[in-house]
Nanobody, 122 residues
Framework: QVQLVESGGGLVQAGGSLRLSCSAS????????MGWFRQAPGEERDFVAA????????YYADSVKGRFTISRDNAKNTVYLQMNSLKPEDTAVYYC???????????????WGQGTQVTVSS
C-alpha cells in the first residue's frame, strides 16, 4: 500500500520560511517523479514544483520560482519543499504526489498525500 505523508506545515509571518517534507512508503521511491501541489480555499489545486526521480531535473510554477526549492533524498524516501519569502497568497493546503511520468498535471499523478496546511499571515 502506497503512503505519502506530508509534514512541516504551520503558521508563519509573511517573509518567513517553512520546510515541508513528504515521506513515501510502499513504492520504489527512486523510480518516481515527485510533485508538490497546493489548494487554497475555494480554488483549484495548482502545481507548485516537481522533481525527477534522480533529482537531476526540477520545474517550478512561475509564482514560486526563486522562492521555493524542491529536493529529494532517495535514501530516506523523502521529498522536500523549502519555502522562503512566504507571502499571504501562499496560504493553502500543500500536497505531495508521485508518478512515473514527468508531468505538472495533477490528474496524471497516481499517488497523493493527505496534505499539510500552510498559513502565511500578513
Amino acid at each position: 500500500q502506497v503512503q505519502l505523508v506530508e509534514s512541516g506545515g504551520g503558521l508563519v509571518q509573511a517573509g518567513g520560511s517553512l520546510r515541508l517534507s513528504c515521506s513515501a512508503s510502499g513504492l520504489t521511491f527512486s523510480r518516481y517523479h515527485m510533485g508538490w501541489f497546493r489548494q487554497a480555499p475555494g480554488e483549484e489545486r495548482d502545481f507548485v514544483a516537481a522533481i525527477s526521480w534522480s533529482g537531476g531535473a526540477t520545474y517550478y510554477a512561475d509564482s514560486v520560482k526563486g522562492r521555493f526549492t524542491i529536493s529529494r533524498d532517495n535514501a530516506k524516501n523523502t521529498v522536500y519543499l523549502q519555502m522562503n519569502s512566504l507571502k499571504p497568497e501562499d496560504t493553502a493546503v500543500y500536497y505531495c504526489a508521485a508518478d512515473r511520468r514527468w508531468t505538472t498535471v495533477d490528474r496524471n499523478y497516481d499517488y497523493w498525500g493527505q496534505g499539510t496546511q500552510v498559513t502565511v499571515s500578513s
